[in-house]
């Protein structure tokens, strides 16, 4: 089971990033998909999520209207897009994935998560 993410780099603020998450030894429709972040000395924060089976997708409030995330099934490939980016979105991005459900409650946790990717750092700054 791996997942690659990919798509950081430095932009300034009000411009957009694609991220992207390879996923393979999953049947992939059948797994959640989450993006976290993380900061030197905070906790890793949920970003958004799409979900197993389904695809029911959620966002954290302070990425909530400016982010979306969606699959794409023949590239086995998560995407996340990050539009109207701010400085205090400067991180660096994690994709993690489970086969259970997640539902709108407990997607923000990451131990729901049992494989995670490498990260990919996206800086935002003038």
Not at 40 to 69: Q, W
Not at 93 to 118: I, T
Request: include cysteine; aromatic fraction near 14%.
């Amino acid at each position: 089971v791996q997942l690659q993410a990919s798509g950081g780099g430095l932009v300034q603020p009000g411009d957009s990033l694609t991220l992207s998450c390879v996923v393979s030894g999953f049947t992939f429709n059948d797994i959640a998909i989450a993006w976290f972040r993380q900061v030197p000395g905070k906790e890793r924060e949920g970003v958004s999520c799409i979900d197993s089976g389904d695809d029911s997708t959620y966002y954290a409030d302070f990425v909530k209207d400016r982010f979306a995330i969606w699959r794409d099934s023949a590239k086995k490939t998560v995407y996340l897009q990050l539009n109207s980016l701010k400085p205090e979105d400067t991180a660096v991005y994690y994709c993690a994935g489970d086969r259970a459900y997640k539902g709108s409650s407990v997607w923000y946790y990451p131990l729901e998560y049992d494989h995670w990717g490498q990260g990919t750092l996206v800086t935002v700054s003038s």
